[in-house]
């Protein structure tokens, strides 16, 4: 069996507004959470609980998230203001 190759590059990763995304993202598992929380009895007597603490997680997740992609675009952004220093431009 021969080895699968590639027969294009892979395009470049779409850059956007990820903290934004990750922070709308966030707020709505926030949301539905507590939309659910009400109904906890309604799910808990059909066994489906798990959509609340799913929101619940994903809200938490989402936190974790936030922290990343702020972390992760401060650093974009001094690797370009110390290329700009040195004079060299990024491609």
């Known amino acids: 069996m021969a080895k699968w190759t590639p027969k294009h590059e892979a395009p470049e ?17 926030f949301v539905l959470f507590l939309v659910q929380l009400p109904f906890y009895g309604w799910f808990d007597d059909r066994d489906l609980t798990w959509w609340v603490w799913t929101c619940l997680a994903g809200a938490g997740l989402g936190l974790i998230g936030i922290w990343y992609v702020r972390k992760r675009d401060a650093a974009i952004k001094r690797h370009r203001a110390a290329q700009e220093a040195d004079g060299t431009a990024a491609p």
């Open 13 to 29: 990763p779409l850059e956007g507004p990820v903290v934004g995304t990750i922070t709308g993202g966030t707020i709505l598992w």
